[in-house]
């Protein structure tokens, strides 16, 4: 069995269910012992911060003491840190190329990179960038954020200028779309060839994450997340969302080189990208199958628990409540 280890792994159950059920071995970790989604695992360790000087040492550790033939980063916290020591953990890292993450993850540099490559995105500037003639409404969002942390809508220049200045966060200004909002749920090999490419519709996101949407088999979605993703060199998972304008054509406002929030519904729909991480993992060459999935499959998603209690040593462990018969 494939031994995957899943970095920063969170509150992402779904996910390393998913690899289980693929025949992998789980290894995931996290800095919080009360994150849940190590405790569906195999295995789980705790490690320092992604900031923290020793974190590349630990999962280097783990990597050898486990076995691991794959690192799989679940947020987008510590992608850069994995990008610039994938040479330095003894597994291969399911992500592109360091300079591609590290624009991918700043959303000006994201634009910037669209538009080298010919691709479509909303017009977006620094603040100091801003011109005069400014179609309203317009959005203020943080260069590095994510779950939409720190996105204002800006119905005017007055309230453009109280945004910029109410944000904590290095921001910049983007145009706003107007037309359907898909995402595009991707998976690539190590040479940037689009295995599959799943649009879904957004009925519904809540902090920036989808938690209701429908897979649709929209072949001018397909195809775009295709290109986009090919003409990046994306390698492994990766989440592309879209604004289908008017005039038909796609803007993309954000890339995410990891498994999307609303990962169930490709997974549902027969997306099988666990079972092609694995495959990649062990050499092999799968040949890509566009459009290969189910369309229709709708996903609304729901929040769960899981609850722990100290055994002797003070580990916390999952507590398995014995029901006891009682009279009414």
């Not at 100091?128 to 400014?134: N, Q, W």
Request: net charge negative.
């Amino acid at each position: 069995m494939t031994a995957v280890l899943f970095t920063c792994a969170g509150q992402r159950v779904d996910i390393v269910e998913a690899f289980r059920a693929a025949g992998a071995t789980t290894v995931a970790v996290d800095a919080n012992r009360l994150a849940p989604a190590p405790y569906h695992a195999d295995a789980f360790e705790l490690v320092p911060r992604v900031d923290d000087p020793a974190y590349v040492p630990a999962l280097r550790e783990l990597v050898a003491r486990h076995g691991v033939k794959l690192v799989v980063p679940l947020t987008d916290l510590d992608q850069v840190v994995l990008a610039r020591a994938r040479d330095q953990l003894g597994a291969l890292v399911l992500l592109p190329e360091v300079d591609v993450v590290e624009r991918l993850g700043d959303k000006y540099l994201a634009h910037g990179l669209l538009e080298e490559h010919g691709l479509p995105s909303p017009p977006t500037w620094l603040p100091t960038e801003v011109p005069d003639e400014l179609r309203f409404p317009v959005l203020v969002k943080a260069r590095h954020g994510f779950g939409s942390r720190h996105i204002y809508r800006a119905e005017n220049a007055s309230e453009l200028e109280f945004f910029l200045r109410y944000t904590p966060a290095e921001s910049c200004v983007q145009e706003l779309c107007h037309g359907e909002e898909f995402s595009i749920d991707v998976f690539c090999d190590w040479d940037a060839r689009c295995l599959n490419a799943i649009p879904r519709t957004m009925i519904e996101s809540k902090g920036g994450e989808s938690i209701k949407g429908a897979t649709i088999k929209d072949w001018s979605l397909i195809e775009f997340g295709r290109r986009v993703a090919e003409t990046l060199g994306l390698v492994g998972p990766a989440n592309v969302q879209c604004f289908r304008e008017s005039d038909g054509v796609h803007y993309v406002t954000d890339i995410n080189p990891r498994f999307g929030g609303g990962f169930p519904l490709p997974t549902a729909a027969g997306s099988r990208y666990p079972e092609l991480a694995l495959a990649l993992a062990r050499g092999e060459r799968p040949e890509p199958r566009l459009g290969e999935f189910r369309e229709g499959v709708v996903m609304t998603r729901f929040f769960s628990g899981l609850t722990l209690v100290a055994d002797a040593d003070g580990t916390l462990v999952p507590f398995e409540e014995v029901s006891e018969p009682t009279e009414l």
